[in-house]
C-alpha cells in the first residue's frame, strides 16, 4: 500500500510558477510510475505528466510541455512539479498518483494510489 501526499498549491499571477511535491510512504517506488494530474471543476481529470521511478524517464502533456517538469528525489522517495509561465487555463485540483509499471499511462483509471489533491490558481 502506498500513501500520497501533495503540497505546495496556492494562488499566483499569471507568469509565476509554483512547485508541487508528493510525499509516499509505505514502500520504495522502484518499479512504480509516478504521475500528476489535474481536474479543472466540470472537467474530466486529466494527464499532464509522468516518470517512471527507477530510470528517471518522463512524459508530459502537449499542453505543458516546455512549461512544467516533473522530477523525483528518490531519498526522499519525493515526486516534484516544477510549474513555469503559468496560465489562468493551468487553475485546477492537482493529483499525485501512482502505480506499478514499466511504462508512463495517461489513463487515469490505470493508476492504483492517489493523493487527496492540492489547489493550484492562477489569476489573470
Known amino acids: 500500500q502506498v500513501q500520497l501526499v501533495e503540497s505546495g498549491g496556492g494562488l499566483v499571477q499569471a507568469g509565476g510558477s509554483l512547485r508541487l511535491s508528493c510525499a509516499a510512504s509505505?514502500?520504495?517506488?522502484?518499479?512504480?510510475?509516478m504521475s500528476w494530474f489535474r481536474q479543472a471543476p466540470g472537467k474530466e481529470r486529466e494527464f499532464v505528466a509522468g516518470?517512471?521511478?527507477?530510470?528517471?524517464?518522463?512524459y508530459s502533456a502537449d499542453s505543458v510541455k516546455g512549461r512544467f517538469t516533473i522530477s523525483r528525489d528518490t531519498a526522499k522517495n519525493t515526486v516534484y512539479l516544477q510549474m513555469n509561465s503559468l496560465k489562468p487555463e493551468d487553475t485546477a485540483v492537482y493529483y499525485c498518483?501512482?502505480?506499478?509499471?514499466?511504462?508512463?499511462?495517461?489513463?487515469?483509471?490505470?493508476?492504483?494510489?492517489w493523493g487527496q489533491g492540492t489547489q493550484v490558481t492562477v489569476s489573470s
Open positions: 509505505g514502500r520504495t517506488l522502484d518499479g512504480y510510475v
Open positions: 516518470i517512471e521511478w527507477t530510470e528517471a524517464s518522463t
Open positions: 498518483a501512482g502505480e506499478v509499471s514499466l511504462y508512463i499511462r495517461t489513463r487515469a483509471n490505470s493508476y492504483d494510489y
